[in-house]
């Protein structure tokens, strides 16, 4: 199942951003620490699907808004920042739909794979935010 997941979160994540681990392992052990905590609370809690709506609606509404974050590890030029929005904005687009689809025909496997894609780049354009403006008040 984590494969799929990260197959989903690497491929959005380049062009939108957050949070970027200063070393690959600490990127794996984050990452799979964060992964480990989503699926326990998603089977813990027993996530409805007007939750799951809520989530990814805001998570389209995040990545239009401030897609792509540019962390210090990896700097876009004004064009590449450009071209990365309009890559966020429509592979978003085209997971929520998928989502969407799977959750209407009641695939719920592929769509709880779907569902925990969105939610770590939820994660990590949040946790992108906050170092974003930690910088700026260091500054």
Known sequence: MIDRVVAMVKEQKEFSGGYH?????????????VYFLLVSGYHFVGVTRIVKCLVTGAVVVCIFMYAPIVSKQKRLSEEEIHSHRKWARIKILILSGVWLAGEFVHCNTYTDFVFLAIC??????ILGKIVEAKEKECK
Do not use: K, P, R
Request: overall charge negative; hydrophobic content about 45%; aromatic content about 6%.
């Open 21 to 33: 681990a200063g070393s690959h392992l600490s990127c794996v052990t984050q990452f799979n620490l």
């Open 120 to 125: 770590m780049l939820e994660i990590t354009l």
